[in-house]
């Protein structure tokens, strides 16, 4: 089993930044790659970013540019530094982490992240 603990979300206005943190324990030797997903009030959850153990990383057309993701392998956390926050990037932040060679999710309990002048 990976407990996932996220910490870090609140409001904002737009245009500003937020660090979302997410911090794993547990069987984590079996975690291949770590991410992180948003759902906005009647929307599906849809991938942000991901990092993979070797340090590779995705993202999502919307947040290129705006958002990195990082990880600290000593401290098994992951890590959002979100840049020039939109009111579009209102939603809960789930962090994800995906188990190998046996495929399985992890979620975290999620974070709110708002947005708003």
């Known amino acids: 089993q990976v407990q996932l603990v996220e910490s870090g979300g609140g409001l904002v206005q737009p245009g500003g930044s937020l660090r979302l943190s997410c911090a794993a324990s547990?069987?984590?030797?079996?975690?291949?790659?770590m991410g992180w997903y948003r759902q906005a009030p009647g929307k599906q959850r849809e991938l942000v970013a991901t990092i993979t153990t070797g340090g590779s990383t995705n993202y999502a057309d919307s947040v290129k540019g705006r958002f990195t993701i990082s990880r600290d392998n000593a401290k098994n956390t992951v890590y959002l530094q979100m840049n020039s926050l939109k009111p579009e990037d209102t939603a809960v932040y789930y962090c994800?982490?995906?188990?190998?060679?046996?495929?399985?999710?992890?979620w975290g309990q999620g974070t709110q992240v708002t947005v708003s002048s």
């Open positions: 994800n982490a995906r188990r190998s060679p046996v495929p399985y999710d992890y």
């Open positions: 547990g069987s984590i030797s079996s975690i291949v790659i």
